[in-house]
């Protein structure tokens, strides 16, 4: 037998004359519609030499929250560069073949640290309106991002070009829905078949210089027979490095010599998540060092793939963080990308 309660509860339910129940928060729009960024940043200022990079991966949620893991280098604790524990073999060559086209056996160099886990991590709560995401990190100090999103015409990427920062100057940004730890083998690199094009803010020498939409000749690198994760290319010659005044008074271009080469090498740091480099240096520097590997200041530029939500490799964001082993006036930075979609 129904109580008076029960009776009175399926007549208002049968009438509509309840009030409607509060319904659960709506979940967060995630940037681009994706999940997992990797992202470079950099604070470079022409008047500075407390300059730094970072380089890692941003996580967002559903619920409003995203975590990040970073590398980071600060001309206030510079590293030294540090191998990586791979050397190509000797079967490398240009697409010229030849002896003048091996580019020489040395172990790849890289960041310091960047062979290791990353320097820091943070979390923080995020909101996109339009096509601005919006980042709050919950630290000590103050710290605030803002990002322009894009979505690449295919809709598989997602891309984050720096508006504003509390901290940072320049960044880049590529999420997808593909998983951290996905990553394509240096074949598949090579065999890329669309066009690479450099977006990378630089600091040397107390002065910032900008350079777009540079061709990136991924496919002139060549595999090695044995060291399948490295990619190497001997640059035959250059119109504007490697000169005499650059540091090759006896053997760069301009001297009877007219040594302009430059040795490129690209190289897997981990099989686990994104991780690659790129090193490249003058020949001429190492020969006037009277040295087969150059150990001077050369670039180091480490590198995180753009996977895409196929799992298909996109291009890198990267950072320069070459430390010089003289004074900090000398050290090289950058903030960069490498991509088909810009």
């Known amino acids: 037998m129904r109580t008076a309660a029960a009776a009175i509860l399926s007549f208002l339910l049968t009438f509509g004359l309840l009030p409607a129940l509060p319904t659960m928060a709506s979940a967060a729009a995630l940037p681009g519609g994706k999940t997992t960024f990797v992202v470079s940043q950099g604070h470079l200022k022409a008047a500075s030499q407390q300059n730094w990079v970072r380089l890692g991966t941003y996580r967002f949620a559903a619920n409003g929250t995203v975590s990040s893991s970073m590398y980071l280098w600060w001309q206030r604790h510079p590293q030294a560069r540090q191998g990586t524990g791979t050397m190509p073999d000797g079967s490398c060559t240009t697409k010229a073949g030849g002896k003048q086209s091996r580019p020489r056996t040395c172990e790849v160099l890289t960041a310091g640290g960047f062979t290791g886990a990353p320097d820091e991590s943070r979390t923080g709560t995020y909101t996109v309106s339009g096509d601005t995401l919006t980042i ?8 605030t991002e803002q990002w322009r999103v894009r979505t690449a015409p295919d809709g598989k990427l ?14 880049y940004g590529y999420g997808s829905k ?58 035959p010659s250059s119109n504007s490095a490697c000169k005499k005044e650059g540091g090759c008074p006896k053997y760069g271009g301009g001297t009877s010599a007219n040594v302009t080469s430059i040795q490129y090498y690209l190289t897997m740091v981990s099989k686990s998540d994104r991780r690659d480099t790129l090193w490249h240096w003058c020949t001429c520097l190492a020969m006037e060092r009277g040295e087969f590997c150059y150990d001077g200041n050369s670039h180091v530029k480490p590198l995180m793939q753009i996977i895409d939500d196929s799992g298909a490799f996109r ?10 082993t003289g004074s900090r006036a000398t050290d090289m930075l950058a903030v960069l990308r490498l991509s088909d979609f810009r």
């Not at 709050?136 to 710290?143: D, E, L, N, T, V």
């Not at 997602?158 to 960044?171: C, E, F, R, Y």
């Not at 593909?178 to 040397?204: C, E």
């Open 158 to 171: 997602a891309g984050l070009d720096l508006k504003q920062s509390t901290l940072a100057t320049h960044g």
């Open 315 to 324: 291009g890198w964001v990267g950072a320069e963080a070459s430390f010089s």
């Open 178 to 235: 593909a998983a951290a730890g996905t990553r394509r083998a240096m074949s598949s690199v090579k065999a890329f078949p669309g066009s690479l094009r450099q977006d990378l803010t630089s600091w040397a020498s107390g002065k910032i210089v900008n350079s777009a939409n540079q061709p990136f000749g991924h496919s002139a690198f060549r595999a090695c027979a044995s060291t399948t994760s490295c990619l190497t290319y001997l640059q």
């Open 136 to 143: 709050r990190w919950k630290i000590a100090q103050k710290w």
